[in-house]
C-alpha cells in the first residue's frame, strides 16, 4: 500500500532524531496506516475503543503526576511513578505540544509494567496510535485491557 503525502510526512516526523532521539517507529517497517489498522483492529477485537484507553491512561498520568515523584496505588496491586523531564515534544501530526516525562506502571500481582508519556496519551486517544513494534513506549492494546482489567 503507497502512503499518501500527509502519511509519508507524519512517518518523516517520527524518524528517530526528528522530533525525539529514537522516533516513534522502532524496528517497525510497517507503513503508518498498516499500524494503525493492525492497532484499530486488535482494540475493536478486544471490545474497547482507543478513548477508553486513553482515558484510563490520563486518569493514571494524573494521579502520578500529583504524588510528584512517589509511587502511588491507581488501584490495589496497580502502582504508578512519574519521572518527571525537562522540555515538551510536538505530535507528529502536528496536533498540540506535551511535556516530557514517563509514567512507570506497574500491575504488583502479575510483574507487568509499562512505560508511558503524556505525549503516549493524546496519541492514543487522538490518533489510535500505539507506536511501532519494538519503540521504546510501545503500548499493546491488550497489555492496557489486562492491566486495567477491561476485559469481559
Known amino acids: ?4 503525502p500527509a502519511d ?3 512517518t518523516e516526523r517520527m524518524a528517530p532524531g526528528v522530533l525525539c532521539r529514537e522516533g516513534f517507529l522502532g524496528a517497525d517497517r ?3 496506516a498498516e499500524i494503525l489498522d493492525a492497532d484499530r483492529s486488535a ?3 478486544l471490545g474497547v ?17 500529583a504524588a510528584l515523584g512517589t509511587p502511588v496505588e491507581i488501584r490495589p496491586g496497580l502502582m504508578a511513578v512519574f519521572h518527571e523531564g525537562m522540555g ?3 505530535c507528529p501530526w502536528g496536533h498540540g505540544i506535551f511535556p ?6 506497574a500491575d504488583e500481582r502479575t510483574g507487568e509494567t509499562l512505560r508511558f508519556t503524556p505525549l503516549s496519551v493524546h496519541l492514543i486517544g487522538a490518533h489510535g496510535f500505539y507506536q511501532g513494534c519494538g ?13 486495567f482489567g477491561l476485559s469481559d
Not at 1 to 4: A, I, L
Not at 49 to 65: F, G, I, N, S
Not at 100 to 105: D, M, N
Not at 135 to 145: A, G, H, K, M, N
Open 100 to 105: 516530557k516525562g514517563e509514567v512507570e506502571l
Open 43 to 45: 482494540v475493536v477485537g
Open 8 to 10: 509519508k510526512r507524519i
Open 49 to 65: 475503543t482507543h478513548e477508553q484507553l486513553a482515558d484510563r491512561l490520563d486518569e493514571v498520568l494524573r494521579k502520578a503526576v
Open 135 to 147: 519503540s521504546c513506549y510501545r503500548i499493546d492494546p491488550e497489555s492496557l485491557v489486562r492491566i
Open 88 to 90: 515538551r515534544i510536538p
Open 30 to 32: 510497517r507503513p503508518l
Open 1 to 4: 500500500m503507497k502512503q499518501s
